[in-house]
């Protein structure tokens, strides 16, 4: 079953912590994006990458990293310099300028 | 830079009424626009999209939408509402197919259906 998958699906971050999201798709899709969704903001683009071992920022960089070492992978790392990280984050992928299909999302919250 | 406003963070509607749900976007090149459907604590699931082939798009679930040049809009609908579809809407602009370097989201409109 094709499709892509988040983890976990609910994170709990302490202060000064750094937290990774996992975001695994077997589409075979060459890019690969993360957005961040605010209740009444949409969602906003933190990273994209288009090919292995290139990644790009997006509106929302600071604060977060990511590595694309895997076609089927891009992790999401939440630093500690992102200073309200509390929100909903979703994976997407999608193959050349097609359609982005997305992931099922993780809810990051700060204790 | 390309930009959506959508219209109505909440829109109510009776239960086999019209559905309208308003987008409006901003680019300096044609456009390529989606409407993306969410229910609660889940991803985003495709309903349309338009890639300049024709202006009136249909989608699933009976949703269409028709790009107006003109008007800049590209506006939801669906003749008869269900209770099902009760969720949230986005609308969504690329300039570059299907958005190689990243879509850009409307803030949405939460759908509610009333018996």
């Known amino acids: 079953d094709g499709g892509i998958t988040q983890s976990p699906k609910y994170l709990f971050r302490k202060e000064g912590q750094n937290v990774t999201l996992s975001c695994e798709q077997n589409?075979?899709?060459?890019?690969m994006y993360w957005y961040r969704q605010d209740p009444g903001q949409g969602l906003r683009l933190i990273y994209y990458?288009?090919?292995?071992?290139?990644?790009q920022k997006g509106d929302i960089a600071e604060g977060y990293s990511v590595s694309r070492e895997k076609k089927e992978s891009f992790p999401l790392t939440v630093t500690s310099a992102q200073k309200n990280p509390t929100a909903f984050y979703l994976c997407?992928?999608?193959?050349?300028?097609?359609?982005?299909?997305f992931g099922p999302g993780t809810r990051l919250l700060v204790l | 830079a390309q930009s959506v406003t959508q219209l109505g963070s909440h829109v109510s509607v009776s239960e086999g009424a019209l559905v309208l749900l308003r987008c409006n976007y901003s680019?300096?090149?044609?456009?390529?626009l989606f409407w993306y459907v969410q229910y609660p604590n889940q991803g985003l699931q495709l309903l349309l999209k338009?890639?300049?082939?024709?202006?009136l798009v249909k989608g699933i679930n009976g949703f269409e939408a028709e790009f107006k040049k003109s008007e800049t809009s590209f506006h939801l609908t669906k003749p008869s509402a269900h209770m099902s579809d009760a969720a949230e809407y986005f609308c969504?602009?690329?300039?570059?197919?299907?958005?190689?370097?990243?879509?850009?989201f409307g803030k949405g409109t939460h759908l509610i259906i009333q018996p």
């Open positions: 680019s300096s090149v044609p456009p390529y």
């Open positions: 338009y890639t300049s082939a024709a202006t």
């Open positions: 589409l075979n899709h060459d890019a």
């Open positions: 990458s288009q090919i292995v071992n290139d990644f």
């Open positions: 969504a602009v690329s300039v570059s197919g299907g958005g190689a370097d990243g879509l850009t």
């Open positions: 997407a992928s999608s193959w050349g300028f097609e359609t982005q299909y």
